[in-house]
């Protein structure tokens, strides 16, 4: 799904509910963290640099929002045991999940195919596949237990239409693609409670993008919180027109 103006949500709309985020130091993470603390979340902060975690959680403790959690992991050196640990940690503390949201990712800037260098290859896969696939597997045991449990993986247009010059991040959104429509069918009769998306925010003004398209003006495009707010949307259950889903 795309962004459009979201559903209005009710200020408890994800009260009560644990809510794991990656790359939430920065971007499209950070504001989906602090939206989604605005409407009731705990939200879980995952991502490689501590600075930034605690910048987030500062943010959301002065808005009032529930004490996060911070979990620093680096996903592109991350190892499956790695993951069973988040897991295992998020057991211990929180004693369940209600939502995962896969925010991070690798793009170091447009480039060739046959140019892409093998390094960038490989950090491409770790972090934008590899990760977001076992992260979500160490979790399912932990979903499957919520009474409503949806997983968000973040997607760009590359992934649904190949472009020319997106490398392995094109490569990697595609499959991401694949990978949640076949956790949705293997999920949907096993446990329909676990939701499975894609989402796709459109340009916002990250430090990402400037990665790819550092000519742009300062406000060529919105900042991630507008995009956040419909993503929080998603986790309570909404589409755009507000129905469930």
């Not at 130091?25 to 009731?40: E, I, N, Q, W, Y």
Request: charge should be neutral; charged fraction near 20%.
């Amino acid at each position: 799904m795309s962004i459009t103006e979201p559903p209005a949500l009710a200020a408890d709309a994800l009260k009560g509910r644990v809510i794991l985020i990656t790359g939430a130091g920065d971007g499209l993470g950070r504001a989906t963290a602090v939206a989604a603390a605005s409407r009731g979340a705990t939200v879980i902060l995952l991502g490689r640099t501590i600075r930034k975690l605690e910048a987030t959680y500062d943010l959301i403790e002065k808005a009032g929002g529930a004490q996060p959690g911070i979990v620093p992991l680096n996903l592109n050196g991350a190892t499956w045991n790695d993951h069973e640990a988040v897991a295992e940690t998020l057991q211990a503390e929180f004693g369940r999940l209600d939502g995962l949201v896969h925010c991070a990712t690798h793009f170091t800037g447009f480039m060739r195919l046959a140019e892409v260098p093998p390094k960038d290859w490989l950090d491409g896969l770790q972090t934008n596949l590899t990760a977001a696939y076992v992260l979500t597997r160490s979790c399912l045991p932990l979903l499957e237990k919520s009474a409503d449990a949806p997983v968000v993986f973040v997607t760009d247009t590359a992934g649904r239409t190949p472009k020319a010059y997106h490398g392995i991040y094109g490569i990697t959104k595609a499959a991401i693609e694949a990978m949640s429509a076949t956790f949705a069918l293997e999920y949907a009769s096993l446990h329909p409670q676990l939701r499975f998306n894609t989402f796709y925010p459109g340009p916002m003004r990250t430090a990402v993008r400037v990665k790819g398209y550092s000519g742009e003006t300062g406000m060529a495009h919105p900042g991630p919180e507008a995009a956040a707010q419909q993503l929080v949307s998603l986790l309570a259950g909404k589409t755009e027109s507000g129905k469930p889903l």
